[in-house]
């Protein structure tokens, strides 16, 4: 996939990327979502978060973790004192996947190929960003960042090495707390704003 020469200046260089991100038909995501959905957040941001994809809302608005999802993000954060204009947050693929269900479009999970051709707008982001640190949110970014399976389960709440020497925190989706019983709700979303904590340091 084309890659425009990229301004130095790193601003410039991620509203390239978007733009291009935006066209991508490396894998055939893109030709049936609206939009690309590009990270956003300040450049230089000492934390970056990434997520498995935009959803439904996402693609319609352009924006990352705006729905449901998102909206669980949000509290969390906010519970974390973690202000969302101060971390950059992206996902590992760029365009909604989702199959159609009458008038619905239904969440699918991204393929492996299907994350690995897009693994390239991921790696300009951490090359324009350089964030101090990442937290991978499910298994489809964890894998992404750490270039490997990764067993969330087993992995979460601690740091790992990421593929370009990165500090790589694992923990879970938001949405598989939305999809947790609702009596274990409570406890798996304490434990996930346990894991979020360890990245507190890298917020203001
Ligand atoms: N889920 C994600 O992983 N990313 C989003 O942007 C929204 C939902």
């Given at each position: 996939?084309?890659?425009?020469?990229?301004?130095?200046?790193?601003?410039?260089?991620?509203?390239?990327?978007?733009?291009?991100?935006?066209?991508?038909?490396?894998?055939?995501?893109?030709?049936?979502?609206?939009?690309?959905?590009?990270?956003?957040?300040?450049?230089?941001?000492?934390?970056?978060?990434?997520?498995?994809?935009?959803?439904?809302?996402?693609?319609l608005r352009g924006r990352p973790f705006v729905g449901p999802a998102g909206q669980l993000?949000?509290?969390?954060?906010?519970?974390?004192?973690?202000?969302?204009?101060?971390?950059?947050?992206?996902?590992?693929?760029?365009?909604?996947?989702?199959?159609?269900?009458?008038?619905?479009?239904?969440?699918?999970?991204?393929?492996?190929?299907?994350?690995?051709?897009?693994?390239?707008?991921?790696?300009?982001?951490?090359?324009?960003?350089?964030?101090?640190?990442?937290?991978?949110?499910?298994?489809?970014?964890?894998?992404?960042?750490?270039?490997?399976?990764?067993?969330?389960?087993?992995?979460?709440?601690?740091?790992?090495?990421?593929?370009?020497?990165?500090?790589?925190?694992?923990?879970?989706?938001?949405?598989?707390?939305?999809?947790?019983?609702?009596?274990?709700?409570?406890?798996?979303?304490?434990?996930?704003?346990?894991?979020?904590?360890?990245?507190?340091?890298?917020?203001?």
């Open positions: 996939v084309p890659v425009p020469a990229l301004s130095s200046d790193p601003t410039q260089a991620l509203a390239q990327l978007r733009l291009a991100s935006n066209r991508c038909r490396a894998c055939p995501i893109g030709a049936h979502a609206t939009q690309s959905v590009f990270g956003e957040g300040p450049v230089r941001a000492a934390l970056m978060v990434v997520g498995e994809q935009p959803g439904d809302q996402e693609d993000f949000e509290r969390g954060i906010a519970e974390l004192g973690w202000p969302r204009a101060e971390i950059y947050v992206t996902n590992a693929v760029k365009h909604f996947k989702y199959e159609l269900r009458g008038q619905r479009r239904i969440h699918k999970t991204p393929s492996q190929q299907e994350a690995a051709a897009c693994l390239q707008w991921l790696e300009h982001e951490l090359a324009q960003v350089q964030p101090r640190a990442v937290v991978a949110l499910g298994a489809t970014a964890a894998r992404a960042l750490l270039g490997r399976p990764v067993a969330v389960m087993r992995e979460r709440g601690r740091w790992h090495t990421g593929v370009g020497g990165e500090q790589v925190l694992v923990t879970l989706h938001p949405s598989a707390l939305l999809r947790a019983d609702p009596a274990d709700h409570e406890a798996a979303y304490a434990a996930w704003l346990k894991d979020l904590a360890l990245a507190s340091e890298f917020v203001t």
